[in-house]
């Protein structure tokens, strides 16, 4: 599809060089190309706008499942903003840590998330999520 071919990747990517906190998410949730690594993790740190650092998480994390930004996925946990950590939570499964992954069956219901988010949190503080960041660096 149009989304996904070379030409409008490389464009997605200039164009968080102009907008550097617009990652909105027609934008951001489709990017897969690893070349935008480095602007997702600075929008996802950085950006003062909720929508952009959540929809950055979920890029890094369930789109490119970008190994080097675990420890700003991390810090996503903690994120003031709920939305925001549930996309930390969410860019996590892909390390396929049970203390970071929400039960699909029975589906996941909303009390059950911030239980979870501590619980991924208090792993990775732990040191079980930097040792898993340094085997897959």
């Known amino acids: 599809s149009w989304l996904s071919s070379p030409k409008t990747e490389s464009m997605r990517i200039s164009t968080f060089s102009a907008f550097r906190y617009g990652c909105v998410n027609d934008i951001c949730a489709q990017l897969r190309d690893a070349r935008a690594i480095p602007a997702l993790i600075e929008i996802a740190e950085s950006a003062p706008d909720a929508n952009a650092r959540k929809y950055a998480l979920g890029a890094l994390g369930e789109n490119i499942q970008a190994s080097e930004a675990l420890p700003t996925i991390a810090a996503g946990l903690?994120?003031?903003?709920?939305?925001?950590?549930?996309?930390?939570?969410?860019?996590?499964?892909?390390?396929?840590?049970?203390?970071?992954?929400?039960?699909?069956?029975?589906?996941?219901?909303?009390?059950?998330?911030?239980p979870q988010i501590r619980q991924c949190l208090a792993w990775w503080n732990d040191g079980g999520g930097k040792q898993q960041f340094s085997r897959q660096r």
């Open 78 to 114: 903690a994120d003031l903003d709920s939305g925001v950590r549930l996309y930390a939570l969410i860019a996590m499964n892909a390390i396929h840590e049970p203390a970071c992954t929400l039960p699909m069956e029975p589906h996941w219901t909303e009390d059950m998330i911030e």
